[in-house]
């Protein structure tokens, strides 16, 4: 299977701990991005990296949050002192310039 | 800022049924529109999309959305449905440009499709 994947599919963690989410994108594409979906919502931006540029940051990406993309290949996205509001499901995409953005399976963090 | 408003939370319909899915974003240029697809357990996938050219766009499936600029709006339809139609189905377009290309993607709320066989 060459599409995105994503790593942990579910993770459970308790209120201020840290959790690391890791995405690996479709091996072509340059582009890769962080959404969050929670239930009854569709998916909103997070981040977005060309390569391994950071070119855009939400404002819901407050600063227990971060992201990297060392590589330009893999990406993760850290939360620190995770709130009970952070559960949702944790989309990453990936494209190449101005194509598609094809989605992975998500992982879903719950924090109790 | 860019919008997009999806009308219908939940639509059950019988098989064999005509959809429409209604859709409307804010933005009043013209711009890249797309319909993701997420089946029951499934991921995100691209249904169908609009980047130029003609207005009626045909996608997987059967599916297909007519771009009406002049309504802001992107409506996904299927002239018969069947219980595999079964999904969530979201709207997406363009939140903002950043060197002439796509950046981010806002998605509409979603719509909720039941057909019963």
């Known amino acids: 299977d060459t599409g995105v994947s994503q790593d942990p599919r579910h993770k459970i963690t308790k209120r201020g701990q840290n959790v690391t989410f890791r995405c690996d994108p479709i091996?072509?594409?340059?582009?890769l991005y962080w959404y969050r979906q929670t239930l009854g919502q569709g998916p909103e931006f997070l981040t977005y990296?060309?390569?391994?540029?950071?070119?855009?940051k939400s404002r819901l990406l407050s600063d227990r949050f971060s992201a990297e993309r060392p590589k330009g290949s893999f990406s993760t996205l850290e939360i620190q002192r995770t709130e009970q509001g952070d559960s949702a499901m944790y989309l990453c995409?990936?494209?190449?310039?101005?194509?598609?953005?094809?989605f992975g399976p998500g992982t879903r963090l719950l924090v109790l | 800022a860019q919008s997009v408003s999806q009308h219908n939370h939940h639509v059950i319909l019988s098989e064999a049924a005509s959809l429409e899915l209604g859709c409307n974003y804010s933005y009043g240029g013209t711009v890249n529109l797309f319909w993701y697809v997420q089946y029951p357990g499934q991921h995100l996938q691209l249904l169908l999309k609009?980047?130029?050219?003609?207005?009626l766009v045909k996608g997987i499936k059967g599916f297909e959305a007519e771009f009406i600029k002049s309504k802001f709006s992107f409506n996904l339809r299927k002239p018969s449905v069947q219980w595999s139609d079964t999904a969530e189905y979201f709207c997406?377009?363009?939140?903002?440009?950043?060197?002439?290309?796509?950046?981010?993607?806002?998605f509409g709320k979603g719509t909720k499709l039941s057909v019963k066989p």
């Open positions: 997406a377009v363009p939140g903002a440009l950043v060197g002439g290309s796509q950046g981010n993607l806002i």
């Open positions: 091996s072509e594409h340059n582009r």
């Open positions: 609009y980047f130029s050219g003609d207005p």
């Open positions: 990296f060309q390569n391994e540029a950071q070119l855009e």
């Open positions: 995409a990936s494209s190449t310039d101005q194509e598609t953005q094809y």
